[in-house]
């Protein structure tokens, strides 16, 4: 053993110690061991830093802004909903569909860029169940890391294994022949999941608020709106035909227009309800009516509308991507102080509703419009975010005092989902076409995604995770250190002197081992160039067939459970889970030891000896 490869072991230890008491934070000991390599003299300064234009690095970036823009879409939320609605409530069912939904996409692309994606939607499923994080983010890179066994261009390792077959003289793998492996492995997992998440604490993220805001519902039940909204059709025969809102004294009748919903080529237009606004046969109007029911039903007829089933479970929850609602209090030295809600012309200076209103906790009921405002009263608006923006921006007169727990599931892009799920189908294609490489492909979904107004810089900036990529940047350079001091060397001959005297099923699990663990310190790419020649090289000196033991390095490589830095998949979930490394361990490594026996025993089966 030379002395540059104690000094890279030491650095390498010491770097694992540091992850394990969690001091410092995972990317300031990369930025240290960068700092520290080139000290060894293995290493140059630039050959330290290369893994800042490392592909797989410029890819997990692009991919970042990718997921960004689903989430900015609501094709994220959409999928996640869609996951929520079919658990039905079961945490066990969601987290199963979780895994396999994130083993499929897998199945075809980066299970890192998977990890990317599917991040942001299980974080919007915690926040609706009040489940902590810590319960799906392992399992989630759990099944990426899976999905890396089901195809050959699930993970780079399955094609390096591959090519070092076909380099040997012996055809290659074909596209499904890691599926009898995955599929076992998958359901195994899935099942030792549903148990091992009781041993990850409820865990929340720092700055997690046990204190909610207020949702919509609650000020719905506060402020007694319960009964109050409609949604009617004006009928072509209606008087309302042709009409602004500006001639109609609706008002006076208890009845407020919140918005208009008009069909145009593609979808439906939501129209501000402003006093120019003109009405139309077909129109669909969202109606805050505080008439008695009998007025209501004269009203009815006069105006020849008619009276549809509300799509929403109550007052129009099903528009809250366009309409909102905010609480805001009346000051002492406000103007307003004095007037009724009529005369102090809300909806004409801030272009809001007032649909509700208390004074101390008592709401107001009748004669709403009627009502003097005192100073410490507290209103109940509603109309569209952006005018509820620019209330909270501009507070003359008003107050904002609580804005709901809804707005922050408002998509800036909203009617860009199409683009965003074509944009994500032909980054995809693109990577499995192999037309162009995964990074360009990437780089051209990445600027779609721009083009089409999915993401703008900001957001694009922000949703890059600059943590985990420091941390994989600062531990890529001890891939080239151990090969370049000989210490994976050391490893491989090891194997080969077991060779003669171990029974080829010991063997393929030694080889699992020893892949496994290398993997824990570098890259699995790395490792299976590494050790594909060596598990070749034990076949034909024993006189088995090459493929099992192929296959087993393919296998080993993508079962990196044990450690947060053992694969950029296990980073990415770090900050979201708030793990700390022995989590890792305390899940990963039991898992680990089960998919390796089930490998030793499935491989020779279906790739006979």
Request: proline residues 6%; hydrophobic residues 55%; glycine residues 8%.
């Amino acid at each position: 053993m030379t002395t540059d490869l104690i000094l890279v072991l030491a650095l390498l230890g010491a770097s694992i110690v540091m992850f394990v008491i969690n001091r410092p934070r995972m990317d300031a000991v990369g930025l240290l061991m960068m700092a520290m390599l080139p000290f060894t003299g293995v290493l140059t300064m630039n050959e330290a830093i290369a893994g800042f234009a490392d592909p797989a690095v410029v890819l997990l970036a692009l991919l970042f802004v990718v997921g960004e823009g689903l989430v900015r879409t609501g094709t994220a939320q959409r999928i996640g909903d869609m996951l929520s609605a079919r658990a039905g409530g079961s945490e066990t069912r969601l987290l199963v569909l979780l895994m396999v939904a994130c083993a499929g996409l897998g199945s075809f692309m980066s299970g890192t860029a998977v990890v990317a994606i599917f991040i942001p939607i299980a974080l919007r499923i915690c926040q609706q169940t009040g489940a902590a994080p810590s319960s799906l983010m392992m399992p989630l890179s759990v099944a990426a890391l899976i999905s890396g066994m089901m195809t050959l261009v699930a993970t780079a390792p399955n094609l390096v294994v591959s090519a070092e077959l076909v380099r040997q003289g012996h055809a290659g793998f074909s596209f499904f022949a890691f599926t009898p492996f995955g599929l076992p492995v998958l359901v195994v997992a899935i099942g030792y999941m549903l148990f091992a998440r009781r041993l990850l604490p409820d865990r929340r993220p720092p700055g997690t608020d046990s204190h909610r805001p207020p949702s919509l519902r609650d000020w719905a039940e506060t402020y007694a709106l319960t009964g109050r909204a409609f949604r009617v059709r004006i009928l072509a025969e209606s008087p309302l035909v042709g009409r602004r809102l500006e001639q109609l004294e609706l008002r006076k009748e208890g009845i407020n227009i919140l918005a208009i919903e008009r069909q145009a080529r593609f979808d439906t237009e939501i129209i501000r309800p402003d006093g120019t606004a003109e009405l139309r046969a077909g129109d669909l109007v969202l109606i805050d009516a505080r008439s008695a029911p009998e007025r209501g039903r004269q009203l009815q007829q006069q105006l020849r509308v008619e009276v549809l089933p509300l799509e929403g479970s109550d007052y129009f929850f099903d528009r809250t991507q366009q309409i909102g609602m905010v609480e805001a209090i009346v000051p002492p030295d406000s103007p307003l102080v004095g007037s009724t809600v009529l005369e102090a012309r809300i909806r004409a200076e801030h272009r809001l509703t007032v649909i509700g209103l208390r004074h101390g906790s008592k709401p107001v009921g009748e004669g709403l419009l009627e009502e003097k405002l005192r100073a410490g009263d507290t209103l109940l608006l509603t109309g569209f975010w952006s005018d509820i923006a620019k209330q909270e921006a501009d507070s003359h007169g008003l107050v904002v005092l609580n804005m709901p727990a809804e707005r922050a599931d408002v998509l800036p892009a909203a009617g860009r989902a199409p683009a965003a799920v074509a944009i994500l189908a032909l980054t995809v294609g693109l990577m499995i076409s192999g037309w162009v490489t995964n990074v360009h492909a990437a780089l051209i979904g990445c600027l779609l995604m721009g083009i089409f107004r999915c993401v703008d810089l900001p957001s694009a900036y922000d949703s890059i995770s600059w943590k985990s990529l420091v941390l994989i940047v600062g531990m890529l350079p001890f891939s080239i250190a151990l090969q370049r001091t000989g210490g994976v060397e050391l490893a491989a001959d090891a194997v080969v002197e077991l060779a003669g005297a171990a029974s080829p099923r010991v063997l393929l699990a030694v080889i699992f081992v020893i892949t496994a663990m290398l993997g824990l310190f570098i890259s699995n790419t790395a490792t299976a160039v590494l050790m594909a020649p060596v598990a070749l090289a034990i076949a034909k000196e024993t006189g088995a067939s090459p493929y099992p033991f192929a296959m087993i390095v393919a296998l080993a490589a993508s079962t990196a459970f044990m450690t947060p830095v053992s694969s950029p998949v296990n980073t990415l979930v770090v900050g979201p889970g708030n793990y700390g490394f022995a989590d890792f361990i305390k899940v990963g490594v039991p898992l680990s030891l089960a998919v390796m026996a089930l490998s030793v025993l499935l491989v020779p089966i279906i790739l006979p000896l």
